[in-house]
């Protein structure tokens, strides 16, 4: 069974940095994209960021120059670096990967979500 476990989150002051970690386990043949999500209460689920299996990366506005996603793919593991971090960014942040299963699919799958506090 696939499953991703993120680590990473907590409570930060306004300024300051985490870093989220996702990693994949469970038997599988591939990942292709990586990517991070957030949802704050009341709204919907948003893209943060996003990493193909070569390395190409896409951010939303929100996190462009702040936020930088990276990938270890031996350790099968997406990370997200945030930085200079506002009340703003206040959210569940869930990992996502399409992987292609042992059944042969490919199918899209998602951490049990982090909650990141940032503190005015």
């Known amino acids: 069974q696939v499953q991703l476990v993120e680590s990473g989150g907590g409570l930060v002051e306004a300024g300051g940095s985490l870093r989220l970690s996702c990693a994949a386990s469970?038997?599988?043949?591939?990942?292709?994209?990586m990517g991070w999500y957030r949802q704050a209460p009341g709204k919907q689920r948003e893209l943060v960021a996003i990493?193909?299996?070569?390395?190409?990366?896409n951010y939303a506005d929100s996190g462009k120059g702040r936020f930088t996603i990276s990938r270890d793919n031996a350790k099968r593991t997406v990370y997200l670096q945030m930085n200079s971090l506002k009340p703003e960014d206040t959210a569940v942040y869930y990992c996502?990967?399409?992987?292609?299963?042992?059944?042969?699919?490919?199918?899209?799958?998602w951490g049990q979500g982090t909650q990141v506090t940032v503190s005015s």
């Open positions: 996502n990967a399409n992987i292609l299963a042992t059944s042969g699919y490919w199918n899209d799958y």
């Open positions: 990493i193909t299996s070569g390395g190409s990366t």
């Open positions: 469970g038997r599988f043949f591939s990942i292709n994209d």
